[in-house]
């Protein structure tokens, strides 16, 4: 049997050129778009061979993780609610903290991620990966939303028959497509955006409770 090397040193390496990678790609495809980006544009922007940039992957893959990158804070398809920053808001023991820390988390997500986005939809009506890509990352997105129902079912918010509406709903409500309308076509500034976003969600709360208690309903809706 042929013994296996590892070295902490080149894993090092490894991981700040992948990384490297990633970050000039969310750059440029941000910047530039997906179709006029090329390998050769991202080799230079991080510093590498091209040939490297190849064996990171192929151009709609690095589209893909410089967009999970984008969005929170690293790549993989473990969802929202196992990443430390969303683990310590939603373990606030004040509702109000927690829908405010949520709230505000999604908002920044969505405003680093916005030209990513329309990058991705241009990928994906041409590249059957990003295509697949895509309709992965609509579906963790939503199991995401589906397990930020449960956490308000779970604090006496929410009915539990009415959960897949709710995950329907806020799906709508924080998706980057409403980003996307209320900021990139309607020019609405970021901070206009996050105001009407806690504005929206508070007010489905507030249909969605209607029997929670009234401590709870007064802690997370003043």
């Known amino acids: 049997m042929p013994r296996t090397y590892s070295s902490p040193t080149r894993d090092e390496d490894?991981?700040?050129?992948?990384?490297?990678?990633?970050?000039?790609?969310?750059?440029l495809f941000a910047r530039d778009g997906y179709g006029k980006t090329t390998m050769a544009d991202i080799a230079r922007e991080a510093g590498v061979s091209v040939q490297t940039v190849h064996l990171a992957g192929p151009k709609a893959a690095l589209l893909i993780a410089?967009?999970?990158?984008s969005?929170?804070?690293?790549e993989g398809r473990h969802g929202l609610s196992e990443r430390p920053a969303l683990v310590e808001i939603m373990a606030r023991p004040s509702l109000d903290d927690a829908l405010r820390g949520w709230l505000d988390y999604v908002a920044r997500a969505n405003?680093?991620?916005?030209?990513?986005?329309?990058?991705?939809t241009v990928a994906a009506e041409?590249?059957?990966?990003?295509?697949?890509?895509?309709?992965?990352?609509?579906?963790?997105?939503?199991?995401?939303?589906?397990?930020?129902?449960?956490w308000l079912t779970?604090?006496?918010?929410?009915?539990?028959?009415?959960?897949?509406q709710a995950t329907d709903e806020l799906n709508?409500?924080?998706?980057p497509e409403t980003y996307a309308f209320f900021v990139t076509v309607s020019g609405w500034s970021p901070e206009r955006y996050r105001a009407w976003l806690?504005?929206?969600?508070r007010a489905r709360l507030a249909r969605w409770n209607p029997g929670a208690s009234s401590a709870g309903q007064a802690s997370v809706l003043r």
């Open 14 to 27: 490894a991981r700040r050129t992948r990384e490297a990678i990633v970050r000039a790609s969310a750059k």
């Open 66 to 69: 410089a967009f999970e990158v």
């Open 71 to 74: 969005f929170a804070g690293d």
């Open 111 to 120: 405003d680093a991620t916005a030209s990513l986005v329309r990058a991705m």
């Open 126 to 150: 041409t590249d059957e990966f990003a295509a697949a890509a895509v309709a992965d990352l609509t579906m963790r997105r939503r199991a995401d939303l589906g397990r930020a129902a449960q």
């Open 154 to 164: 779970s604090r006496g918010l929410l009915a539990e028959g009415d959960r897949e």
């Open 172 to 175: 709508h409500l924080v998706g």
């Open 198 to 201: 806690e504005d929206a969600v």
